[in-house]
T-cell receptor
């Protein structure tokens, strides 16, 4: 059973471009979480999705950021018109629908905006 | 709402020293509690977990006991090694909030030979 797969591992974008980050959850996992981590800082929750639904997006900036988890295919975190402050590591985690179980993390996508 | 508060870092210890990283939580229901570890350049890995009061999670010499009376889940290890240098995150998952996960801010540990 493959783990949570994120790609790309590293992404460089120029200011104003779009960044698209992908996350394939573990098999059987229908819950996906996205987090942002700045250097030397903790995890900041961004969004929690279940298949085709956004459950909690309280951590997402209101503009330029969006996320989806379609019925088929990976979850996508999209950042439009990137700025230097978007440079960070973005982590995806997934969990099965059952309770009392842990979330499994991907290796992250390190976004650098130049 | 639910939240996790953990000890501020960074923590620096000599090899074979005793480690404690404090973690307390606030939750509306009966959460599951976790400790994750993050090595440089990597994602978070589950270190241990406990799903109900008085449960003790353990792994790789690390232990933490789910204390409902003090709402705590402190991480301990009797003798740390250089290879334990990493960032440690306390977390909870609460079915009352639809399996949302809440993480502490992380505690950086450096073990020196």
């Amino acid at each position: 059973n493959a783990g949570v797969m994120q790609n790309p591992r590293h992404l460089v974008r120029r200011r104003g471009q779009e960044a698209r980050l992908r996350c394939s959850p573990m098999k059987g996992h229908s819950h996906v979480y996205w987090y942002r981590q700045l250097p030397e800082e903790g995890l900041k929750f961004m969004v929690y999705l279940q298949k085709e639904n956004i459950i909690d997006e309280s951590g997402m900036p209101k503009e330029r950021f969006s996320a989806e988890f379609p019925k088929e295919g990976p979850s996508i975190l999209r950042i439009q018109q990137v700025v230097r402050g978007d440079s960070a590591a973005y982590f995806c985690a997934s969990s099965p629908p059952s309770v009392n179980t842990e979330a499994f993390f991907g290796q992250g996508t390190r976004l650098t905006v130049v | 709402g639910d939240s996790v508060t953990q000890m501020e870092g960074p923590v620096t210890l000599s090899e074979e020293a005793f480690l404690t990283i404090n973690c307390t939580y606030t939750a509306t229901g009966y959460p599951s509690l976790f400790w994750y570890v993050q090595y440089p350049g990597e994602g978070l890995q589950l270190l241990l977990k406990a799903t109900k009061a008085d449960d003790k999670g353990s792994n790789k010499g690390f232990e933490a006991t789910y204390r409902k009376e003090t709402t705590s889940f402190h991480l301990e290890k009797g003798s740390v090694q250089v290879s334990d240098s990493a960032v440690y995150f306390c977390a909870l998952s609460d079915r009352n909030t639809g399996n949302q996960f809440y993480f502490g801010t992380g505690t950086s540990l450096t073990v020196i030979p």
